[in-house]
């Protein structure tokens, strides 16, 4: 299993440039999320999906979109890149916990910077 | 609102040393569930504990242990003999209920730990 994938590694935007992240999971989870690290602020929640076709807003959500059009698959859009979207992005995924949360599984991070 | 504070920002110590991570929580849940992950020089955020609110036996992992304290509202982690395999980023995360669940984490600032060899 590879787990949670991210495509791209790393990726140069100038402002105002669209890109769209790209999440893939082979666990058959059902909770995707996506996460924005920057330093001394820890990972902070953008987005997050309970299931296929649903998605909802984190804690930081203005200047994304996303969409979760297949189970395994959830994208993070940037459609006007601002210098302030520049970041490590990261995302994970998990099993619905029911009441009790499982762990989430992380893909590698995808490290953004926007001139 | 939930709120995680890691203080330490950065420690190092050398090899074979026990250090000890803090993590103070902030949270108006009854029910609510502590976490620890690491974020080695390779970026990848792995999971290392999991602990419920009702739950405050502290837990021995190999060299790794937590000491969770409601009263002080605390979950810290010790690493006994440190190696410099454990040099990493430290996280400490909190999730409370929310319409689906548990599973939104609020995570602290972090803790880059070094080992010096």
């Known amino acids: 299993n590879a787990g949670v994938t991210q495509t791209p590694k790393f990726r140069v935007l100038k402002t105002g440039q669209s890109m769209t992240l790209l999440c893939a999971q082979d666990m058959n989870h059902e909770y995707m999320y996506w996460y924005r690290q920057d330093p001394g602020m820890g990972l902070r929640l953008i987005h997050y999906s309970v299931g296929e076709g649903t998605t909802a807003k984190g804690e930081v959500p203005d200047g994304y979109n996303v969409s979760r059009l297949k189970k395994q698959n959830f994208l993070l859009g940037l459609e006007s890149a601002a210098p302030s979207q520049t970041s490590v992005y990261f995302c994970a995924s998990s099993y619905p916990g029911q009441g009790l949360p499982y762990e989430q599984y992380f893909g590698p991070g995808t490290r953004l910077t926007v001139t | 609102a939930q709120k995680v504070t890691q203080a330490q920002t950065e420690i190092s110590v050398v090899e074979k040393e026990d250090v000890t991570l803090d993590c103070v929580y902030e949270?108006?849940?009854?029910?609510?569930?502590l976490f620890w992950y690491k974020q080695p020089p390779s970026g990848e955020l792995v999971f290392l504990i999991r602990r419920n609110s009702f739950d405050e036996q502290n837990e021995i992992s190999g060299r790794y242990s937590w000491n969770f304290q409601k009263s002080t509202s605390s979950f810290n982690f010790t690493i006994t003999a440190s190696q410099v395999v454990d040099s990493a980023v430290y996280f400490c995360?909190?999730?409370?209920?929310?319409?689906?669940?548990?599973?939104?984490?609020?995570f602290g600032t972090g803790t880059r730990l070094t080992i010096i060899p």
């Open positions: 949270t108006r849940d009854t029910t609510y569930y």
């Open positions: 995360a909190l999730s409370g209920l929310s319409n689906f669940g548990n599973e939104k984490l609020t």
